[in-house]
């Protein structure tokens, strides 16, 4: 049996570097695919093409020591041995490719492990419900190597859509099935994504110690805006860390509660991802001069609304500009970035019908 599966990459609306410290998210899976092609072989060893970037990756499924940091395609057999759902003696041939720009804040990485773990399941006739492949998927990529990230991607990316997702309990739910009038922008610009969320989360753990409190969600602006930094107890960026928590968990939850009515504002979604993106960029310092002119160029071309995706320090940004998407695009295009004008899809599948990727 040859299958062939797509996954697709995914963008925040709310909740930048929320997940990872247990507070919930609103992303979005959209149109910009990874695709994966395969079948069976009559050998333990499995074979990955991967002509994107020029690599092909061979080992037995039963060597699943890693050779190089990250080594996802080996931790997601792992994995899926360990928890039973593929056999020790039988291998793998297939061929990857995307169109998910890596290393620009969409989650190419998520969206390998995504695919891959949902690929070898269905393969090998064990398909797995939506947050298996979530748990199963955070586990390669994150937990098997002590990352820092945490499960919103790989639970959007399995899911579809755009979702409110909670961690503490771990729960998705569907907002929205469309979201007109989304525009990436890509700045070109690579980031490295492990050194800033440790950066942030060891930062946002100084300050909940410093304030004795568990959990960022205990916790109120009030309760954050008049602290300073005091030498020796709580350096000005744990603060900052701290405070950006804060704010950007009440974002969160204000655009959960407009997203979940019937008619939502869009003008007053625009404003608040505008008041994200301020926080990320003020507190956290994780836009880039870029990026800031790219968010410029598309406010005056209509957008309601910008904030940088992904984990910053350069890679995308995205505009709400339902109605002005190709003003906005050509505006961003002008500062020499790359520009996608995106739909909201659904989560990992069977490829059963042509992928229409994003302009």
Known sequence: MILTMKAPGRIVLFGEHQDYLGLPVIPAAVNLFMTI????????????????????QSFLATNTSYKFPRDYLRSGVKVLLENEII???????????????????????SALCVIWISFLAELFDNPLSQMEITRFAHQAEVLEFNEPGGMQDHMVISHGYVNYEEFDPIRCTRLLTELPGIVVGNSLEKKDTLNTLATIKNGVRKGLEYLQASKVRELTIDDVKELIPIEGQLDEFSLNALKAAVINFELTREAHLEFKKSTWDEEYIGTLMNRHHASLRDHLNVSTSKIEVMIKAAMEAGALGCKITGSGNGGCMIALCPGHEEEVSRSIQRKGAKVHIVKVVSGVSRVNEKIVESK
């Open 37 to 56: 092609t395969g079948g069976k072989t009559n050998s333990s060893q499995y074979h990955i093409e991967l002509p994107d970037i020029q690599d092909t």
């Open 87 to 109: 056999p020790n003696d039988q291998g793998v041939s297939a061929r990857i490719t995307s169109n998910i720009p890596m290393q620009a804040g969409l989650s190419s990485s």
